[in-house]
């Protein structure tokens, strides 16, 4: 059975790094066609895909925050960890990591909420 | 990027219809590369559909996707009440990954 929790802070101040934890159990990142992707969801809006981390090394991210996000697994840890630099308020959102069966990403995090505010 | 617009924003129906949700791509789904997610307040998103027509596991037989290339379909027979919710498309054929805007279906 594949889960996967996110952890990290609630709330941040604008300007500061954002970093989120995703613990998974049920698979591995060693193992071929296996990915962990991020995913944001502002209130009431679509969900944005943010980046993701496959079995192969190859790591994707937004372009739309290239220059902002990274993605690092730590393969013996079972955790991937998302980190989002120079945090506004239009980053606020609920964070979701999700398992990715080949690029589909099948089973999602319950999600936490993350506010960006002084 | 392909970009997902999905059709109509909102449905009203009453149980045991059947509906038909739209999501059109801005270029070609590759491998059909698409799937249907179906959310309800406070939950994440839930597979419901991938590779445009494949059910996922434990997904009840009233769900069916179809479509190809550009234009995609979930339908959904028989309504249930715990159907209400919101219906996302998503394509990962293409880096980066996008969502439809989503469709409403309100049970009545």
């Known amino acids: 059975q594949i889960t996967l929790k996110e952890s990290g802070p609630t709330l941040v101040k604008p300007t500061q790094t954002l970093t989120l934890t995703c613990s998974f159990s049920?698979?591995?990142?060693?193992?071929?066609?296996?990915?962990v992707g991020w995913i944001r969801q502002p209130p009431a809006k679509a969900p944005e895909w943010l980046a993701f981390?496959?079995?192969?090394?190859?790591?994707y991210a937004s372009p739309y925050l290239k220059n902002r996000i990274t993605v690092a697994k730590d393969t013996s840890r079972n955790q991937v960890v998302l980190t989002l630099a120079n945090m506004d308020p239009g980053d606020t959102a609920t964070y979701y990591c999700?398992?990715?069966?080949?690029?589909?990403?099948?089973?999602w995090s319950q999600g936490t909420t993350v506010t960006v505010s002084s | 990027e392909i970009v997902l617009t999905q059709s109509p924003g909102t449905l009203s129906v009453s149980p045991g219809e059947r509906v038909t949700l739209s999501c059109r791509a801005s270029?070609?789904?590759?491998?059909?590369?698409l799937g249907w997610y179906h959310q309800t307040p406070g939950q994440a998103p839930r597979l419901l559909v991938f590779?445009?027509?494949n059910k996922d596991s434990g997904i009840p037989d009233r769900f069916r996707g179809g479509g190809s290339g550009t234009d995609f379909t979930l339908t959904i027979s028989g309504l249930e009440p715990e159907d209400s919710g919101i219906y996302y498309c998503?394509?990962?054929?293409?880096?980066?990954?996008?969502f439809g805007q989503g469709t409403k279906v309100e049970i009545k």
């Open positions: 981390m496959y079995s192969d090394g190859n790591d």
């Open positions: 270029h070609i789904v590759g491998n059909n590369y």
């Open positions: 590779n445009g027509n």
């Open positions: 998503s394509q990962y054929a293409l880096a980066p990954w996008t």
């Open positions: 049920g698979f591995s990142l060693s193992s071929p066609a296996e990915g």
């Open positions: 999700a398992h990715g069966r080949g690029w589909l990403l099948d089973i």
